[in-house]
């Protein structure tokens, strides 16, 4: 029997995959999500979301997704690589995840290009749909790449642009752009999500039990324990569901009520011994 079964649950809670289902929406999460949705309206062009490792931006791309599935008028697209080493590859995958096909065979760079323009004036304009495309890991984008995404936000009627383009990346992408003056200036939106505060922290533990089924009064998590997570993740949310995961894995393997600050403290103490952790080990703090 799976550990988290053994607690009343129903699914593991902390699992670090993009499930949007376990997305927890931070005050800054969920202001991009709205600013993001009102952009794609307004087909305003290009949104870039910047954030550090493991602030969520994955699962927010995800979350994203989930919502534009639920709303007529949208087509929307991901690419979880962006890694291409020359243009003419890039354009050939942008072809197929648009599910283009170009009318000639072995498309140059041109044909390419030529084609997802007639398609996004098709959708757009023709047949009124809203084309989004969400590159994730944007910072992996090399300068050609970042170039061909600047030439198809160059493609607009004189009300809208054709392509809504969100770009996700680390901070490492804002130098790349700040580089490119003449993409730097089409950017609509710019959000930054950061790490969660202690309030936070405790909301997404509570939430992320919710959705898994947990339904007793009884915490399993203590507030100096809550405090202690806080603490050891510095607030970023895929830490936070590691370190949860190990403390519930050890309070069923160690049979214990519940999970407080000395338990988090202790799981610290290892990683720290072992090598895993530059994390020091933590005092006992009041909630």
């Not at 649950?9 to 993001?36: C, G, I, V, W």
């Not at 942008?94 to 030529?114: H, Y």
Request: charged fraction near 25%; hydrophobic fraction near 40%; include cysteine.
């Amino acid at each position: 029997m799976s550990y988290y079964r053994v607690l009343g649950l129903e699914k593991e809670p902390f699992s670090t995959s993009p499930d949007p289902a376990f997305f927890y929406q931070s005050t800054k999460h969920r202001a991009a999500l709205a600013n993001l949705v009102i952009e794609f309206r307004l087909k305003r062009g290009l949104s870039v979301v910047l954030g550090d490792v493991g602030v969520g931006k994955t699962t927010l791309g995800r979350k994203l997704v989930q919502m534009l599935r639920e709303r007529e008028g949208f087509l929307f697209h991901m690419i979880l690589d962006p890694t291409f080493p020359t243009e003419d590859l890039f354009y050939q995958a942008l072809c197929k995840t648009f599910m283009i096909t170009p009318s000639v065979p072995n498309p140059t760079l041109v044909d390419c290009r030529d084609a997802l323009e007639r398609y996004l004036y098709q959708k757009t304009i023709t047949e009124k749909q809203t084309v989004v495309l969400i590159v994730d890991e944007a910072h992996k984008l090399n300068g050609l790449s970042l170039e061909a995404l600047r030439v198809l936000l160059n493609y607009e009627t004189n009300e809208v642009k054709l392509l809504q383009l969100v770009l996700m990346g680390q901070m490492e992408l804002l130098p790349v752009l700040n580089g490119m003056a003449n993409l730097m200036d089409r950017i609509s939106l710019k959000c930054t999500l950061g790490p969660l505060n202690l309030a936070e922290t405790r909301e997404m533990i509570d939430f992320r039990l919710y959705e898994a089924g947990y339904r007793s009064r009884m915490p399993l998590f203590l507030d100096d324990a809550v405090a202690a997570v806080h603490g050891a993740s510095q607030g970023y949310p895929r830490k936070i569901a590691m370190l949860c995961h190990k403390a519930l894995r050890w309070q069923v393997m160690h049979q214990r009520p519940v999970i407080d600050h000395g338990l988090v403290e202790e799981l610290v103490q290892q990683e720290i011994e072992q090598g895993w952790s530059p994390t020091k080990v933590l005092q006992k703090s009041s909630y």
